[in-house]
C-alpha cells in the first residue's frame, strides 16, 4: 500500500529555532508539493516541484522557509528562524504529471513553535 | 489567480443526504477535485469532475457546471463516519501552474444521530 510519509509527525519548538520537516513521496510519482494547513486560512500551497526541480514556491516566506529536493525520495522544508506563527500543520503530498493528476497526502507535521 | 467559495459548517441527520456547494472564478479551469478530510487526518481523494455532468461512486457523486462555475459533492445515506471537511479544490490550465489545486477552506460536515 503506497503512501506518503513525512516526519516528524509533531515538533515543538521554541521561537528563533531551525525546523526542518522530510517528506518521502509515493515511489515514481514526479511531482511533490507542501502545503500548510490553518483554521484561519485553510490548506495554502507553500511550494512543488516536478522532477525534484522546483516549479513554483510564491506562497512560501523566501527569507525564512526553503523547500528542496536532494533526491527523488526525499523533500525537506527548513524553516529557519521558527516563529510562533509558523505553528501550523504541514502536509507533503505527491502526484504524477498524467491522468487526473491528483494528489496523495502525507499524514502531515503538526508544529507549535513557542 | 483563483476564488473557491464553500460553505463553512453544515449538519446533517443519518441516513439523510446532503449536498455540499462549491463555486469558484478562475483565470483558467482544467479539472475540479473533492477531498474528505477527517479530523487530525490527511485530506484523502473523493473525486474528480473536468467536463459537465455528473460523476457517481457508491453513497458519493459530483456534479460539475464548468459555465457557472459550480460543483457540488452529494453525499447518500449517511453515515456517522461521514463526518468530517470537505475540500473543494480548482486546477488551473497551462504553465507552470497545471500541476497544482488551489483548495477552498473547507465544509465541516456533522452527521447527527
Known amino acids: 500500500d503506497a503512501r506518503v510519509t513525512q516526519t516528524p509527525r509533531h515538533k515543538v519548538t521554541e521561537m528563533g529555532q531551525e525546523v526542518t520537516m522530510r517528506c518521502q513521496p509515493i515511489?515514481?510519482?514526479?511531482?511533490v508539493f507542501w502545503y500548510r494547513q490553518t483554521m484561519m486560512q485553510g490548506l495554502e500551497l507553500l511550494a512543488y516541484f516536478r522532477n525534484r526541480a522546483p516549479l513554483d514556491d510564491s506562497g512560501m516566506p523566501k527569507d525564512r522557509f526553503s523547500a528542496e529536493m536532494p533526491d527523488a525520495t526525499l523533500a525537506t522544508l527548513k524553516i529557519q528562524p521558527s516563529e510562533p506563527r509558523d505553528s501550523a500543520v504541514y502536509f507533503c503530498?505527491?502526484?504524477?504529471?498524467?491522468?487526473?493528476?491528483?494528489?496523495?497526502f502525507g499524514p502531515g507535521t503538526r508544529l507549535t513553535v513557542t | 489567480g483563483q476564488n473557491i467559495d464553500q460553505p463553512t459548517e453544515m449538519t446533517a441527520t443519518e441516513g439523510a443526504i446532503v449536498q455540499i456547494n462549491c463555486t469558484y472564478q478562475?483565470?483558467?479551469?482544467?479539472?475540479l477535485f473533492w477531498y474528505q478530510q477527517h479530523a487530525g487526518e490527511a485530506p484523502t481523494f473523493l473525486s474528480y469532475?473536468?467536463?459537465?455532468g455528473l460523476e457517481e461512486k457508491g453513497r458519493f457523486s459530483s456534479f460539475l457546471s464548468r459555465s457557472k462555475g459550480y460543483s457540488y459533492l452529494l453525499l447518500k445515506e449517511l453515515q456517522m463516519k461521514d463526518s468530517a471537511s470537505y475540500l473543494c479544490?480548482?486546477?488551473?490550465?497551462?504553465?507552470?501552474?497545471?500541476?497544482?489545486?488551489?483548495f477552498g477552506k473547507g465544509t465541516k460536515l456533522s452527521v447527527i444521530p
Open positions: 469532475n473536468v467536463l459537465d
Open positions: 515511489l515514481g510519482h514526479n511531482t
Open positions: 479544490a480548482v486546477r488551473d490550465r497551462g504553465g507552470a501552474g497545471s500541476y497544482q489545486l488551489t
Open positions: 503530498a505527491s502526484g504524477l504529471t498524467s491522468g487526473r493528476y491528483e494528489q496523495y
Open positions: 478562475t483565470s483558467g479551469f482544467n479539472g
